[in-house]
Protein backbone atom coordinates (compact mmCIF):
# COMPACT_ATOMS: atom_id res chain seq x y z
CA UNK A 1 0.00 0.00 0.00
CA UNK A 2 1.23 3.67 -1.48
CA UNK A 3 1.86 6.24 1.42
CA UNK A 4 -0.45 8.93 1.63
CA UNK A 5 1.30 10.77 0.44
CA UNK A 6 2.38 9.66 -2.86
CA UNK A 7 -1.83 9.17 -3.37
CA UNK A 8 -2.11 13.23 -2.30
CA UNK A 9 0.71 14.03 -5.18
CA UNK A 10 -1.22 11.49 -7.65
CA UNK A 11 -4.66 13.06 -6.80
CA UNK A 12 -3.20 16.42 -7.29
CA UNK A 13 -1.86 15.60 -10.89
CA UNK A 14 -4.93 13.98 -11.91
CA UNK A 15 -7.56 16.85 -10.79
CA UNK A 16 -5.21 19.76 -12.19
CA UNK A 17 -4.85 18.14 -15.50
CA UNK A 18 -7.02 20.13 -18.00
CA UNK A 19 -9.91 17.74 -19.60
CA UNK A 20 -9.19 15.82 -22.74
CA UNK A 21 -10.97 14.06 -24.75
CA UNK A 22 -8.86 11.43 -25.00
CA UNK A 23 -6.91 9.12 -22.72
CA UNK A 24 -3.90 10.53 -20.90
CA UNK A 25 -0.43 8.69 -20.17
CA UNK A 26 0.54 9.07 -16.43
CA UNK A 27 3.96 9.13 -16.41
CA UNK A 28 7.23 9.99 -13.54
CA UNK A 29 9.75 12.13 -13.83
CA UNK A 30 12.64 10.91 -11.40
CA UNK A 31 15.72 12.69 -10.82
CA UNK A 32 19.08 11.34 -10.08
CA UNK A 33 22.07 12.98 -8.00
CA UNK A 34 25.22 11.51 -6.42
CA UNK A 35 25.62 9.12 -9.47
CA UNK A 36 28.74 9.28 -12.10
CA UNK A 37 26.77 7.91 -14.71
CA UNK A 38 29.29 7.68 -17.22
CA UNK A 39 30.11 4.64 -15.50
CA UNK A 40 27.33 2.22 -17.27
CA UNK A 41 27.34 0.37 -13.69
CA UNK A 42 25.63 3.41 -11.84
CA UNK A 43 22.45 3.32 -14.71
CA UNK A 44 19.16 2.21 -14.04
CA UNK A 45 18.35 -0.13 -16.23
CA UNK A 46 15.00 -2.05 -14.80
CA UNK A 47 11.97 -3.84 -15.96
CA UNK A 48 9.59 -3.75 -12.92
CA UNK A 49 5.96 -5.34 -13.12
CA UNK A 50 3.19 -3.01 -11.67
CA UNK A 51 0.72 -3.96 -9.66
CA UNK A 52 -2.06 -2.09 -10.82
CA UNK A 53 -0.56 -2.78 -14.22
CA UNK A 54 -0.05 0.01 -17.09
CA UNK A 55 -3.36 1.52 -17.82
CA UNK A 56 -2.73 1.28 -21.47
CA UNK A 57 -2.40 -1.52 -24.12
CA UNK A 58 1.20 -2.94 -24.53
CA UNK A 59 2.49 -4.14 -27.58
CA UNK A 60 4.48 -7.39 -27.43
CA UNK A 61 6.00 -9.35 -30.30
CA UNK A 62 6.93 -13.02 -29.89
CA UNK A 63 9.95 -14.95 -32.24
CA UNK A 64 9.04 -18.54 -31.54
CA UNK A 65 8.21 -21.66 -33.76
CA UNK A 66 5.93 -24.48 -33.63
CA UNK A 67 3.29 -25.01 -30.44
CA UNK A 68 5.05 -22.17 -29.09
CA UNK A 69 4.41 -19.65 -31.56
CA UNK A 70 0.73 -21.27 -31.59
CA UNK A 71 0.11 -20.57 -27.64
CA UNK A 72 1.62 -17.38 -28.36
CA UNK A 73 -1.25 -16.05 -30.96
CA UNK A 74 -3.62 -15.80 -28.33
CA UNK A 75 -1.72 -13.28 -26.31
CA UNK A 76 0.70 -11.47 -28.37
CA UNK A 77 0.31 -8.39 -30.58
CA UNK A 78 2.05 -10.54 -33.83
CA UNK A 79 3.76 -13.84 -33.27
CA UNK A 80 6.87 -14.30 -36.02
CA UNK A 81 9.24 -16.99 -37.19
CA UNK A 82 12.25 -17.61 -38.25
CA UNK A 83 11.49 -17.03 -41.52
CA UNK A 84 10.06 -13.53 -40.95
CA UNK A 85 13.18 -12.75 -39.01
CA UNK A 86 15.53 -13.46 -42.11
CA UNK A 87 12.94 -11.44 -44.00
CA UNK A 88 13.38 -8.44 -41.69
CA UNK A 89 17.09 -8.47 -41.50
CA UNK A 90 16.67 -7.41 -45.01
CA UNK A 91 14.10 -4.97 -44.75
CA UNK A 92 16.08 -2.42 -42.44
CA UNK A 93 12.82 -0.12 -42.65
CA UNK A 94 10.50 -2.57 -41.66
CA UNK A 95 12.86 -3.57 -38.71
CA UNK A 96 12.95 -0.15 -37.36
CA UNK A 97 9.45 0.36 -37.90
CA UNK A 98 8.37 -2.68 -35.90
CA UNK A 99 11.29 -1.72 -33.09
CA UNK A 100 9.31 1.59 -32.81
CA UNK A 101 5.75 -0.06 -32.67
CA UNK A 102 6.55 -2.51 -30.00
CA UNK A 103 6.93 -2.12 -26.35
CA UNK A 104 8.45 -5.64 -25.86
CA UNK A 105 10.07 -8.37 -27.37
CA UNK A 106 9.95 -12.13 -26.46
CA UNK A 107 12.06 -14.75 -28.17
CA UNK A 108 12.47 -18.45 -27.75
CA UNK A 109 15.80 -18.92 -26.37
CA UNK A 110 16.93 -20.88 -29.49
CA UNK A 111 16.26 -17.96 -31.75
CA UNK A 112 18.28 -15.40 -29.79
CA UNK A 113 21.40 -15.78 -31.51
CA UNK A 114 19.48 -15.20 -35.32
CA UNK A 115 18.21 -12.09 -33.81
CA UNK A 116 20.99 -10.77 -32.80
CA UNK A 117 22.61 -11.49 -36.14
CA UNK A 118 19.41 -10.05 -38.06
CA UNK A 119 18.14 -7.37 -35.63
CA UNK A 120 20.74 -6.47 -33.08
CA UNK A 121 22.08 -3.67 -34.80
CA UNK A 122 18.59 -2.18 -34.57
CA UNK A 123 16.87 -3.76 -31.42
CA UNK A 124 20.31 -3.12 -29.17
CA UNK A 125 20.80 0.59 -29.49
CA UNK A 126 16.58 0.62 -28.52
CA UNK A 127 16.85 -1.56 -25.65
CA UNK A 128 14.58 -3.50 -27.08
CA UNK A 129 16.64 -7.18 -27.10
CA UNK A 130 13.86 -9.66 -26.68
CA UNK A 131 13.53 -11.18 -23.32
CA UNK A 132 14.67 -15.14 -23.93
CA UNK A 133 11.64 -17.96 -23.23
CA UNK A 134 13.59 -20.76 -21.94
CA UNK A 135 12.03 -24.47 -23.08
CA UNK A 136 9.97 -24.64 -19.50
CA UNK A 137 8.38 -21.05 -19.57
CA UNK A 138 4.54 -20.59 -20.44
CA UNK A 139 4.73 -18.06 -23.04
CA UNK A 140 1.41 -17.04 -22.25
CA UNK A 141 2.39 -16.68 -19.11
CA UNK A 142 5.66 -14.48 -20.03
CA UNK A 143 3.39 -12.69 -22.28
CA UNK A 144 0.66 -11.62 -19.90
CA UNK A 145 3.47 -10.55 -17.57
CA UNK A 146 5.04 -8.03 -19.53
CA UNK A 147 1.57 -6.45 -20.52
CA UNK A 148 1.69 -5.29 -17.14
CA UNK A 149 6.13 -4.50 -17.06
CA UNK A 150 7.33 -1.02 -17.67
CA UNK A 151 11.28 -0.31 -18.36
CA UNK A 152 13.08 2.04 -16.29
CA UNK A 153 16.04 3.30 -18.24
CA UNK A 154 18.46 5.69 -17.30
CA UNK A 155 21.51 6.41 -19.90
CA UNK A 156 23.74 8.56 -19.01
CA UNK A 157 21.25 11.01 -18.18
CA UNK A 158 20.22 12.35 -14.38
CA UNK A 159 16.55 12.61 -15.19
CA UNK A 160 14.13 9.46 -16.61
CA UNK A 161 10.91 9.31 -17.29
CA UNK A 162 8.59 5.76 -17.10
CA UNK A 163 5.09 5.05 -17.77
CA UNK A 164 3.00 4.41 -13.91
CA UNK A 165 -0.50 4.49 -15.71
CA UNK A 166 -3.24 5.99 -17.07
CA UNK A 167 -6.05 9.00 -15.80
CA UNK A 168 -8.95 7.10 -15.85
CA UNK A 169 -7.06 4.59 -13.19
CA UNK A 170 -7.77 5.16 -9.27
CA UNK A 171 -4.87 7.86 -7.68
CA UNK A 172 -4.82 4.79 -5.28
CA UNK A 173 -3.47 1.93 -7.90
CA UNK A 174 -1.18 4.65 -9.77
CA UNK A 175 0.33 5.62 -6.11
CA UNK A 176 0.80 1.75 -5.54
CA UNK A 177 2.61 1.71 -8.62
CA UNK A 178 4.74 4.76 -7.87
CA UNK A 179 5.86 2.95 -4.77
CA UNK A 180 7.02 -0.34 -6.43
CA UNK A 181 9.42 2.07 -8.78
CA UNK A 182 10.62 4.07 -5.43
CA UNK A 183 11.32 1.09 -3.50
CA UNK A 184 12.70 -0.76 -6.12
CA UNK A 185 14.96 2.41 -6.99
CA UNK A 186 15.92 2.58 -3.15
CA UNK A 187 17.26 -1.27 -3.53
CA UNK A 188 19.18 -1.11 -6.09
CA UNK A 189 20.86 2.62 -6.17
CA UNK A 190 24.16 2.90 -4.42
CA UNK A 191 23.34 4.84 -1.61
CA UNK A 192 19.67 4.12 -2.37
CA UNK A 193 17.29 6.94 -1.28
CA UNK A 194 20.27 9.25 -1.06
CA UNK A 195 20.78 8.84 -4.84
CA UNK A 196 17.05 10.33 -5.83
CA UNK A 197 16.98 13.96 -5.78
CA UNK A 198 13.05 14.78 -6.63
CA UNK A 199 10.47 12.78 -7.99
CA UNK A 200 7.42 13.63 -10.05
CA UNK A 201 4.66 12.91 -11.30
CA UNK A 202 2.38 14.32 -13.90
CA UNK A 203 -0.30 13.41 -17.14
CA UNK A 204 0.38 13.49 -20.53
CA UNK A 205 -0.54 17.26 -21.00
CA UNK A 206 -0.58 18.15 -17.34
CA UNK A 207 1.66 20.03 -14.93
CA UNK A 208 4.42 17.71 -12.97
CA UNK A 209 3.68 17.51 -9.08
CA UNK A 210 6.27 16.75 -7.08
CA UNK A 211 6.13 13.27 -4.91
CA UNK A 212 7.45 13.64 -1.22
CA UNK A 213 8.37 9.67 -1.11
Known amino acids: MADDTIVQAVSRALDESPPRNFSE ?6 NLRDLDLDDPSNRVDESIVLPSGTGQETQIVVFAEGETALRAED ?26 DTD ?13 RYLGTVLGPRGKMPTPLQPDDDVVETVNRMKNTVQLRSGDRRTFHTRVGADDMDAEEIADN ?3 I ?18 YVKTTMGPAVEVDA
Do not use: Y
Request: hydrophobic content about 45%.
Open 75 to 100: VADEVLSGDDLEDLGDDDDAAKDLAD
Open 182 to 199: IRRLEADLEKGPLNLDTI
Open 25 to 30: TVDLAV
Open 104 to 116: FFVAEASLMQDIG
Open 178 to 180: IDV
